[in-house]
């Protein structure tokens, strides 16, 4: 239950909220009040697309300047996996949909979570239409402890919300989005392209599934094979495109998609 200054300081930002609900900053006012409700020290807002590029909405207490998440890194998000494989309005703690060992090993979260010293992340998935859907990030560094239960519920429960506050975001124009017809054509001839001229046909298959961010055990599944062939799968596409890592990997396909 929340306690009666929480409902307070709560009740105020929603007041905020309505007054200024067609002002294009609406989504830095909402983070405002909902750090004076609970303690964070770092956002990230992001609107996901099926054939484009990631786009930056907003964010706070993450490095400002280029950011390796928007030129790629994104497909190896476990939020960005969530969104394509159900794109329903859902709220998730990083550590939940993560697969097993992946929070200790896997290039996004050697490569990419601990250069911004993230502890803890609880992110929000809600469509906005023409597929698309945004990943809103509300996360604490190891300088806060991990979110307790209260304050997952407490997160939890903002699902509408947080659709709410986007919806409006998109209405004030601040979400319109630069449609390219050309996009998905030119992402799909180059991934159906990218390393053809030395991978075979099955090789091909499984780079499709690595950049889109799945590991050696969801592979094999998928593709009907042990993990062990799909490891030795990895390995020979590694070494055939001369790469170390799956983060390599992906660097390397952006490399070829902007030329």
Same mark, same amino acid.
């Given at each position: 239950?929340?306690?009666?200054?929480l409902?307070?300081?709560?009740?105020?930002?929603?007041?905020?909220?309505?007054?200024?609900?067609?002002?294009?900053?609406?989504?830095?006012?909402?983070?405002?009040?909902?750090?004076?409700?609970l303690d964070?020290?770092q956002?990230?807002?992001?609107?996901?697309?099926?054939?484009?590029?990631?786009?930056?909405?907003?964010?706070?207490?993450?490095?400002?300047?280029?950011?390796?998440?928007?030129?790629?890194?994104?497909?190896?998000?476990?939020?960005?996996?969530?969104?394509?494989?159900?794109?329903?309005? #859902? @709220?998730?703690? /990083?550590?939940?949909?993560? %697969?097993? +060992? &992946?929070?200790?090993?896997? !290039?996004?979260? *050697?490569?990419?979570?601990?250069?911004?010293?993230?502890?803890?992340?609880?992110?929000?998935?809600?469509?906005?239409?023409?597929?698309?859907?945004?990943?809103?990030?509300?996360?604490?560094?190891?300088?806060?402890?991990?979110?307790?239960?209260?304050?997952?519920?407490?997160?939890?429960?903002?699902?509408?919300?947080?659709? #709410? @506050?986007?919806? /409006?975001?998109?209405?004030? %124009?601040? +979400? &319109?989005?630069?449609?390219? !017809?050309?996009? *998905?054509?030119?992402?799909?001839?180059?991934?159906?392209?990218?390393?053809?001229?030395?991978?075979?046909?099955?090789?091909?298959?499984?780079?499709?599934?690595?950049?889109?961010?799945?590991g050696?055990?969801?592979?094999?599944?998928?593709?009907?094979?042990?993990?062990?062939?799909?490891?030795?799968?990895?390995?020979?596409?590694?070494?055939?495109?001369?790469?170390?890592?799956?983060?390599?990997?992906?660097?390397?396909?952006?490399?070829?998609?902007?030329?």
């Amino acid at each position: 239950m929340l306690s009666v200054s929480l409902l307070e300081r709560w009740n105020d930002g929603v007041a905020d909220l309505l007054v200024h609900q067609d002002r294009s900053d609406i989504v830095d006012r909402f983070m405002t009040h909902l750090s004076r409700c609970l303690d964070f020290d770092q956002w990230y807002a992001a609107l996901f697309h099926r054939h484009e590029p990631a786009e930056r909405i907003g964010f706070c207490g993450i490095k400002e300047g280029r950011d390796d998440y928007e030129d790629g890194i994104y497909l190896l998000d476990p939020f960005y996996r969530q969104y394509r494989q159900n794109p329903e309005p #859902s @709220v998730h703690r /990083l550590g939940d949909i993560a %697969g097993p +060992g &992946e929070a200790i090993r896997s !290039p996004y979260f *050697e490569g990419y979570l601990q250069k911004w010293d993230t502890r803890d992340e609880v992110g929000y998935l809600v469509p906005v239409g023409a597929g698309r859907a945004v990943h809103l990030s509300v996360s604490r560094s190891h300088d806060l402890p991990p979110f307790e239960r209260h304050e997952l519920q407490f997160l939890g429960s903002l699902v509408s919300v947080v659709a #709410s @506050v986007f919806a /409006l975001y998109e209405r004030s %124009g601040g +979400g &319109e989005p630069v449609v390219n !017809p050309s996009v *998905e054509r030119v992402i799909g001839q180059k991934l159906a392209g990218f390393g053809a001229e030395v991978l075979t046909g099955r090789e091909g298959e499984i780079v499709g599934l690595l950049l889109k961010g799945y590991g050696a055990a969801e592979i094999a599944r998928l593709c009907g094979i042990s993990p062990g062939t799909a490891k030795n799968h990895i390995k020979s596409i590694y070494r055939k495109l001369s790469v170390r890592s799956q983060v390599e990997l992906l660097v390397k396909w952006i490399d070829d998609l902007y030329e």
